[in-house]
């Protein structure tokens, strides 16, 4: 009889642990766990997530490509349902999804609250088709990047002339080859080691995963715009999900993952990536590096020369069947309203 009464405890226990994790959803992405995004946004998210539905999701998360491929794999890992869910940045596969390559166009960035915020409106109203095949969890962006440098600073726009300056999209390697430079396009994992063998003299990239990519004592100078003036550029950053993983789930945890996506996440990711940016700056400057903000009375001479790529961007989504004037004059209304101008 003891027998039979401790095989039911464990039958019920068994039962009971199988019904606390109904779902599991590994998460992939390319960074560090070091970096901004895994430890300040996701692993809190994880949490969240988990908390929010009694332990009935188990979230994983398995940073620096951990699960195999490329980062510009991404993507496609999630619309495959090889990984439940992958964060990535949209610009690594160029060209892909030009729709969203407006807020990647030179001088049209601000703090990572304020672009993130534009992005929701953004993404509701144009980016419906570029993400029919996945279920958007997150769409958001960093601060405005900088320009760093490791043997030459840069505070004028002929400074960048014939410079070797990593890239991280399609519309800032045509926007830095209009300054002068030579744009490499590269995944920000690959920066440090680029740096140090000289493949690169610089890298386009925000505050905030320099120190996760530890390489404060390979630049040391640094040149920057003020969120004020537009910043140089920005990339569009995208957490997705299987599409079939997220139907298949009961309507219960559905509405735990959607009261917990998109602009709730939003708030938090903004928030998180713009204390890390000053953070990672002041770290910078302790560490001996030297910051120049380039005048604001020669931000025209920088935009008057990227101005051809904004154009083409224009016609090409007009070409493609879009206005892509309006697109983006709304792109700019809608920054302009999360800077409160």
Known sequence: ???????????????????AQEVTLRVHHFLSAEAPMHKDVLAPWEKLIEEKSGGRIDVQLFPSMQLGGKPPQLFDQARDGVV?????????????????????LPFLSGSATQTTAALQQYQAKYMGD???DVHPLLIHAPAAYKVHTKDKPVAAQADLGGLKIRTP??????????????????????????LTTGVIDGAVIPWEVFGSLR??????????????N?????????????????????DDLKKVIDENTGAAL????????????AAERQKAIDAGGKITVIPEADLAEWQGATQPVVDTWVRSMTDAGHDGQAMLDDARAMLAAAKGK
């Open 215 to 228: 390489i404060e004592s390979v630049t040391k100078d640094h040149a920057e715009f003020g969120a004020e």
């Open 1 to 19: 009889m003891k027998t039979i009464l401790l095989a039911g405890i464990a039958a019920i226990a068994v039962a009971g642990s199988a019904t």
């Open 84 to 104: 439940d869910i992958s964060w990535t940045l949209l610009g690594y596969t160029p060209g892909r999804f030009p729709v969203s390559e407006v807020f990647e």
């Open 230 to 250: 537009g910043g140089l550029s920005t990339s569009v950053m995208a957490l997705v999900m299987n599409q079939a993983k997220y139907d298949a789930l009961p």
């Open 266 to 277: 939003a708030d938090m990711a903004g928030k998180a990536f713009d204390a890390a940016e």
């Open 130 to 132: 570029e993400l029919k």
């Open 169 to 194: 999209s399609r519309m800032m390697t045509d926007g830095l080859a209009a300054l002068g430079a030579n744009p490499i396009g590269m995944p920000v994992p690959e920066i440090a080691q680029a």
